[in-house]
């Protein structure tokens, strides 16, 4: 008698699931993933690029931030989880979102509710798209951890507005709201999620001892510079100077960097602060006219707007007064527009009391 090895019929297994979680590269979007994952369900990871994230930028660029960690915590995040990680640039769809935000910012210009119901719009047309196949979507969400996104009444609004509805899963703080569709299905075992709540970081910080993550990113407002009260300044300022609401990518970016004058309304200058803001801005003179000096070591200052000779030697004096000649008499400094035409003149620096408080931006 022959014993019969061959497979067994599987075809009343049941079917692993599949669900992307929105990955931001912060502890939260690390754990709700974790948390997922370990009830045998396939996880992996989104990641939306809009322009305004904190994380690399300017470390990169300061000198003085050399020793800082760089690195890409969203990817980072899938390589302590083991997850496959799509990067999805959205920062053209995203202008009006920034631009127009259907339920206003925060306290900032920071449109978290409209954006956390985009990122999760975007997530689930990706994530239903027949080639891909996800069940259901997570994210890392508190409530009351935000104080415009992540309340409990902007919750269902978030699930609605997106198109998610019940396939949204907070796993951080589930237990708090009422059962998602994985949950009813019983995809996810509701009894193994929490219920998490406040702006207290002691829970996850609990839960990641208990997960063995030991390294992570914690960012004091989320990951984008549209919390910051100082970005969000420039960012209005670069509109009101425009008389109009728009930007561009390299707008973005030159908000980051350096000191931002307005000594007149029609044109403003950015000044590098070290060797590190000097090397990235030297990468835009070909869209600017920049003044350096000559005479002494001191920052590469860009000119941004419509100015005239006189502007231009205002701004020279600016620069001069963060140039190593800022106690001297003269200072020789070289204009170049962005077509490379040059000139050179000299200047007496502004003193520190000239250059008034309300230029800076």
């Keep these: 008698m022959t014993q019969d090895i061959s497979p067994q019929n599987t075809s009343n297994a049941p079917k692993q699931r599949k669900a992307v979680a929105l990955i931001s590269g912060g502890l939260d979007s690390l754990l709700a993933a974790k948390v997922v994952q370990e009830q045998g369900i396939h996880v992996e990871g989104i990641n939306f690029y809009t322009g305004?994230?904190?994380?690399?930028?300017t470390h990169a660029i300061r000198k003085k931030d050399k020793?800082?960690?760089?690195?890409?915590?969203?990817?980072?995040?899938?390589?302590?989880l083991g997850i496959k990680l799509h990067i999805i640039d959205i920062s053209e769809e995203y202008k009006d979102i920034v631009l127009n935000p259907k339920h206003g910012y925060g306290a900032n210009l920071n449109?978290?509710?409209?954006?956390?119901?985009?990122?999760?719009?975007?997530?689930?047309?990706?994530?239903?798209?027949?080639?891909?196949?996800?069940?259901?979507?997570?994210?890392?969400?508190v409530i009351g951890q935000r104080p415009k996104s992540q309340?409990?009444?902007?919750?269902?609004?978030?699930?609605?507005?997106?198109?998610?509805?019940?396939?949204?899963?907070?796993?951080?703080c589930a237990k708090n709201l009422i059962p998602?569709?994985?949950?009813?299905?019983?995809?996810?075992?509701?009894?193994e999620l929490y219920d998490f709540s406040g702006r207290s970081r002691k829970p996850q910080f609990e839960l990641a001892k208990k997960f063995g993550f030991e390294d992570f990113a914690q960012p004091a407002g989320g990951c984008?510079?549209?919390?910051?009260?100082?970005?969000?300044?420039?960012?209005?300022?670069?509109?009101?100077?425009?008389?109009?609401?728009?930007?561009?990518?390299?707008?973005?970016?030159?908000?980051?960097?350096?000191?931002?004058?307005?000594?007149?309304?029609?044109f403003k200058l950015i000044v590098s602060r070290e060797e590190g803001e000097n090397n990235f801005l030297r990468g835009y003179k070909k869209q600017f006219t920049s003044i350096h000096t000559v005479s002494h070591g001191g920052p590469l200052t860009l000119l941004d707007g419509e100015f005239d000779k006189d502007d231009i030697r205002l701004a020279a004096?600016?620069?001069?007064?963060?140039?190593?000649?800022?106690?001297?008499?003269?200072?020789?400094?070289?204009?170049?527009?962005?077509?490379?035409?040059?000139?050179?003149?000299?200047?007496?620096?502004?003193?520190?009391?000239?250059?008034?408080?309300?230029?800076?931006?």
């Excluded at 305004?52 to 930028?57: K, L, P, S, T």
């Excluded at 020793?67 to 302590?80: C, F, G, I, M, T």
């Excluded at 994985?182 to 996810?188: K, S």
């Design 151 to 172: 309340r409990k009444e902007t919750m269902p609004i978030i699930a609605r507005e997106s198109g998610a509805d019940d396939r949204l899963l907070r796993p951080l």
């Design 67 to 80: 020793d800082k960690q760089k690195r890409n915590n969203s990817l980072w995040v899938a390589e302590q």
């Design 180 to 191: 998602t569709l994985p949950e009813r299905e019983g995809w996810v075992n509701r009894d």
């Design 111 to 141: 449109p978290c509710l409209d954006c956390k119901i985009f990122m999760v719009n975007q997530a689930q047309a990706w994530a239903w798209a027949e080639e891909n196949g996800f069940d259901f979507i997570i994210t890392g969400e």
């Design 52 to 57: 305004f994230c904190v994380e690399g930028h």
């Design 224 to 266: 984008c510079f549209l919390t910051d009260a100082n970005y969000s300044k420039k960012l209005a300022d670069l509109w009101d100077a425009r008389g109009e609401r728009r930007y561009e990518l390299d707008d973005i970016m030159l908000l980051k960097v350096g000191r931002h004058i307005r000594p007149k309304k029609n």
């Design 317 to 361: 004096q600016i620069a001069a007064r963060y140039s190593g000649g800022k106690n001297a008499d003269q200072v020789t400094v070289q204009v170049e527009n962005y077509k490379g035409t040059s000139f050179v003149m000299d200047v007496p620096p502004m003193t520190a009391e000239d250059v008034k408080q309300e230029w800076h931006v």
